[in-house]
Structure formats: structure tokens, C-alpha cells
């Protein structure tokens, strides 16, 4: 098996929900702690073109699950990845929030860089993924709250 999956989509906007959740404290300071960087608010949205069931396999498999310190935000699954176009790549997190009826052909990559200027992307562009397939960094990680008190 290889240990990488690749897939190409198309950059869309998305509906601006990322925005404000990826810039609360704890998941700033989570994905520094799991990843090593801090990212920009928001994500890169990308629609898969062709099969998806490959990056929904990877996320079960190789994912890690993010546990948000308060029941008012959800779940994520992470994995680590790569993001490309016209020979250009930037280091990336997939990210997939786990929401009832999310599309599961979308990916949003969380990135240390506004991704749309550090590659000159725009809605439609096409993009190449390359996600890790190996075992995750952690299988889940439970994020502490601003003020360090976990939820009972």
C-alpha cells in the first residue's frame, strides 16, 4: 500500500463557518501542539473530482480526531497533507469537521498561510492533494479550554 493518497478537486468557497471556529484559542493551540503551526482563520475548500471514498478511508483510518473542550463545537478529523498547483506546494492539515450532512466529497485544509494567496488560487482552480497514509500523529486528542478546565 502506498502511504500517501492523492486526489484532485476544484477550490470553492465555502459557507464561512471555518472562520471563526479555527480561530478559537484551543484549536489554534491544538493544531500547533499536533502539527507545529498555528493556522490562518479559516480553510481552503476544495470538491473532490471523481472518487472520494478513498479520503473518507484515510480519515477513519489514519485520522486524528480532535475532541473540542465545550459540547457546543464539534468533533474533526485531521490528517496531515500537502496542497499543490503549477509545481507549487504548501504543507497542510485536511481538515473534516464532523457534521450531520457534510458533504463528504468537500475538503478544507488548514494551513499555517492564507492558502488562496500563497498558491494565487481562485473558485474553480484545480489543486492536487497529497494526503499521508500512515498512523496517526495521535488517534485522538482532547483540546483544554482557554482557561485550562476541561468539560465534565
Not at 18 to 31: D, E, I, K, N, Q
Not at 45 to 74: F, H, K, M, Y
Amino acid at each position: 500500500m502506498s502511504d500517501h493518497v492523492h486526489v484532485d478537486g476544484r477550490v470553492t468557497s465555502g459557507r464561512g463557518f471555518a472562520g471563526p471556529a479555527t480561530s478559537l484559542a484551543w484549536f489554534r493551540a491544538s493544531v500547533r501542539e499536533l502539527w507545529g503551526f498555528e493556522p490562518v482563520a479559516g480553510t481552503l475548500n476544495v470538491i473532490v473530482e471523481g472518487d472520494w471514498r478513498q479520503v473518507d478511508r484515510l480519515l477513519l483510518s489514519a485520522g486524528t480526531l480532535l475532541v473540542p473542550p465545550s459540547l457546543d463545537v464539534c468533533c474533526s478529523l485531521m490528517v496531515p497533507a500537502r496542497i499543490g498547483r503549477a509545481g507549487r506546494e504548501v504543507p497542510v492539515v485536511l481538515f473534516r469537521p464532523l457534521i450531520h450532512g457534510y458533504n463528504p466529497a468537500q475538503l478544507e485544509f488548514l494551513a499555517p498561510v492564507r492558502l488562496r494567496d500563497a498558491l494565487e488560487l481562485q473558485d474553480g482552480d484545480l489543486v492536487t492533494a497529497t494526503l499521508q497514509d500512515a498512523p496517526p500523529v495521535r488517534k485522538w486528542f482532547a483540546a483544554a479550554a482557554a482557561d485550562g478546565i476541561q468539560p465534565e
